[in-house]
């Protein structure tokens, strides 16, 4: 986000899969290798594991779904560098078990939840959504997960929880990204109340069908589809309900650049490139970007009488 911008992104520059196979699997060896063990390996099978009771669910979409290997070889996880194929490559140092997310702050009942218990709280189902990224690029995701509102709903808010709080881990041992001061770790992000009670706002643990590769975020991300990528933060450790807006890892960054909203919008241009266009990863022209993203249907009342242009 810092570095690219929209026009320079080819769909060659995607690593081949079979090359990036070939050199994960490489660079995994020399890692088991380094450090005795075989932990590097070991994400590499989870990401492989099949979800089980995965329900299928209205949210569909009449589009070509990205492939696999697109999905997780070009990504942004800048805990782990900021190349497209940085994550991918890095990831093998996230341990995704044992994996504890606290939900805390203005609730009446705070808790921290183990991830596998997590993932059974409410029934697991696939979503097709359309991910558009700030950069200008886009994917056709079919995630596997449960709707946010399902935690919110046991975590019972009190009366002054107005937003709710994403943080990403924070281990630069685990994470090589946080040895260098991109951002100032850990990565948070935050929704307004409404915006995490939506019933688009899906907490995802799995993609097309299986158990979420790290470098999309494993264990468990937020998917926001109406907003740009980067409010979709990734490997939550805590969910905090607050009084006030948070602030985020971007806003903290260059706050002209990235607002607390960043709802998808053709008709806001970020200030150094034009919004109104994007490319699906794998094609090759151009289409228009539509507004919310194309969910205008589902999250447009939220904002009625505001002004977009000022709250970007
Ligand atoms: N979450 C964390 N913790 N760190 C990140 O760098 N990048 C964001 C978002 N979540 C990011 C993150 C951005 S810019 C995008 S576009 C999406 O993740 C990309 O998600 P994907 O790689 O699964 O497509």
Not at 6 to 28: C, H, K, L, N, W
Not at 57 to 67: F, I, Q
Not at 109 to 137: Q, S
Not at 156 to 176: C, H, I, R, S
Request: some cysteine; hydrophobic content about 40%.
């Amino acid at each position: 986000m810092l570095i690219r911008h929209p026009g320079d992104i080819r769909p060659s520059e995607i690593t081949p899969p079979e090359v990036y196979r070939a050199r994960r699997r490489f660079m995994q060896g020399l890692g088991a290798l380094a450090a005795g063990t075989l932990t590097g390996v070991a994400a590499d099978v989870q990401a492989g594991v099949k979800l089980a009771g995965v329900r299928a669910s209205a949210y569909t979409l009449n589009e070509d779904k990205t492939p696999y290997k697109a999905v997780t070889t070009y990504n942004n996880f800048y805990e782990f560098g900021t190349g497209k194929d940085d994550p991918a490559e890095n990831v093998g140092s996230l341990k995704t078990r044992p994996w504890t997310v606290t939900v805390e702050g203005e609730v009446g009942n705070p808790g921290a939840y183990d991830i596998d218990m997590l993932m059974k709280l409410a029934p697991l189902e696939e979503r097709v959504y359309r991910m558009r990224c700030v950069e200008g690029w886009s994917m056709v995701i079919p995630w596997v997960g449960f709707p946010l509102r399902e935690i919110i709903r046991r975590a019972a808010p009190t009366g002054n929880a107005k937003y709710v709080e994403f943080v990403t881990l924070a281990d630069p041992k685990q994470m090589p990204g946080q040895r260098t001061r991109v951002l100032d770790w850990p990565y948070v992000e935050g929704l307004r109340m409404d915006e995490a009670m939506n019933p688009l706002t899906l907490l995802a643990v799995g993609l097309y069908g299986e158990l979420l590769p790290n470098q999309n975020g494993a264990p468990i991300r937020l998917v926001v589809p109406w907003k740009y990528g980067f409010k979709s933060a990734k490997s939550i450790v805590k969910i905090r309900f607050v009084e006030r807006q948070p602030l985020t890892a971007w806003m903290k960054a260059t706050p002209n650049e990235y607002g607390f909203y960043s709802n998808v919008n053709p008709g806001v241009d970020h200030p150094r490139w034009s919004q109104a266009k994007e490319r699906r990863i794998g094609e090759f022209f151009k289409r228009d970007t539509l507004m919310f993203n194309g969910y205008g249907d589902q999250v447009a009342q939220m904002y009625r009488g505001m002004d977009l242009k000022k709250h970007f």
